[in-house]
């Protein structure tokens, strides 16, 4: 059965520093996607990135940055140099290739303080 | 780039009414998926359809169904309502055969359900 585990229910930093979201998955699968999303106050859910079960390579995008260990089953999102507008719930998400929905972990709030 | 498209965004309803919530897909898109979020809780996952034909069902009341149409938009239709079905519904929508799943699902901006 899949499972994600998102340890941290909330957290609080101070804007421009670094903050890491963790995420730790379970799977008998081979072949999953996992992903995160990020949902503001405002309540959407928005997409911020998919990474194939295949495909350990770490991502950047500006400020945010993903780094993926399958050795861990993990799946972690750091925020550099953090604003007041990253403050949101963020979930971190996986689906198996068996079949197509998504099952997201419990979220992780994070404030940040001006 | 057109996102997916719910309605109402908004919508109060007494015990034991009946809601139906609208969710057109993504052009294109194939797949389509609902999830119901309770306050505070991370999103449920309620029924998917692919090309127009149940795929996958998860933890929806036996109250609720929903179909997809001709046109691939859904509809969510919940009957005898209860308090506790007051949460913010998401549709989402993947373009996704068989032979090619884990594509992106991107997610509607929900409708906020309220039962009084």
């Known amino acids: 059965a899949q499972k994600v585990t998102q340890a941290q229910t909330e957290i609080s930093v101070v804007e421009k520093e670094d903050v890491t979201l963790d995420c730790v998955y379970e799977?008998?699968?081979?072949?999953?996607?996992l992903f995160w999303y990020k949902q503001p106050p405002s309540g959407e859910l928005v997409f911020l990135i998919r990474r194939n079960s295949f495909d350990e390579q770490n991502e950047i995008s500006g400020r945010y940055s993903w780094n993926f260990q399958k050795s861990t089953s993990s799946f972690n999102f750091t925020i550099t140099a953090s604003q007041v507008v990253d403050s949101a719930v963020y979930f971190c998400?996986?689906?198996?290739?068996?079949?197509?929905?998504?099952?997201f972990g419990k979220g992780t709030r994070l404030h940040i303080l001006p | 780039a057109a996102g997916v498209i719910q309605s109402p965004r908004h919508l109060i309803k007494e015990k034991r009414e009946t809601a139906t919530l609208k969710c057109y897909p993504i052009?294109?898109?194939?797949?389509v998926y609902w999830y119901q979020q309770g306050p505070g809780q991370d999103p449920q996952f309620l029924i998917s359809f692919y090309e127009k034909m149940q795929s996958d069902k998860g933890s929806i009341p036996d109250r609720f169904s929903a179909q997809q149409f001709s046109d691939y938009h859904s509809e969510l239709n919940m009957s005898s309502l209860e308090l506790g079905d007051s949460a913010l519904y998401f549709c989402?929508?993947?373009?996704?055969?068989?032979?090619?799943?884990?594509?992106?699902?991107?997610f509607g901006e929900g409708s906020w359900l309220t039962v009084v």
């Open positions: 052009p294109r898109h194939d797949t």
């Open positions: 998400a996986l689906s198996e290739a068996r079949d197509d929905k998504i099952i």
């Open positions: 989402a929508s993947s373009l996704m055969g068989r032979e090619i799943s884990g594509n992106t699902i991107y």
């Open positions: 799977t008998r699968d081979t072949t999953y996607y």
